[in-house]
């Protein structure tokens, strides 16, 4: 895009953000929530320094963050389906053979222990151990860009070994999931290979 006006650039943008959200429409059943989903991520590529529900209901221009909390809670549509096109649309625009995949874990502070994984444990955004979730990403990286395409909850031995814990946080029997966060960074590599992101996925 080298030389290209700011005009064209920007539509450009507003051209690939009209795809990446007809991509998404078929994952929900009722238009308004289809909607809802595109504003919610309208907030998310927004300048707001800190990305609240208010902040992103009111870049959407609505009364409340009822709807933008809707999507991330009530709503009923599949993450997974939506990270398999998040992956696909990365490989069309950023593939190539010397690509890599990158893993890394970071922590989400909290309070309480209801939130799924919550424990005393150590991380990096904090620089100690402290109450918080961890997870695990990984990210598709070539020489056109990078991209998110994975991620997986990493769930502590004392959430494991307590099924009525794992009840309660409505915890799925079922990927996206794991007890030690190097078999989730192996399953982020694996699931890179079987869907065709990557040919070698080493870490050191």
């Known amino acids: 895009m080298a030389g290209a006006s700011v005009e064209t650039t920007l539509e450009l943008w507003a051209s690939s953000l009209r795809d990446v959200k007809a991509r998404m429409r078929p994952l929900f059943s009722q238009e308004r929530v289809a909607v809802s989903a595109g504003k919610f991520l309208d907030g998310l590529l927004g300048n707001e320094p800190r990305k609240t529900g208010w902040m992103r209901a009111e870049a959407a221009g609505d009364s409340g963050p009822w709807r933008q909390q809707a999507i991330l809670g009530r709503g009923r549509w599949d993450a997974d389906a939506l990270r398999e096109m998040v992956r696909e649309y990365a490989l069309e625009t950023l593939a190539e053979e ?12 909290k309070q309480g222990k209801a939130s799924c994984g919550v424990a005393r444990q150590y991380t990096g955004s904090a620089g100690k151990i402290t109450n918080c979730q961890i997870g695990v990403f990984a990210s598709y990286v070539s020489r056109h860009g990078y991209a998110f395409i994975d991620r997986e909850l990493y769930l502590p031995k004392e959430w494991t070994d307590d099924a009525d814990r794992l009840k309660a946080a409505h915890v799925p029997g079922r990927g996206g999931l794991c007890n030690e966060a190097a078999d989730c960074a192996a399953n982020d590599c694996t699931s890179a290979r079987r869907k065709g992101a990557l040919r070698v996925c080493g870490g050191g």
């Open 98 to 109: 010397t690509a890599v995949l990158v893993v890394d874990e970071t922590g989400f502070l």
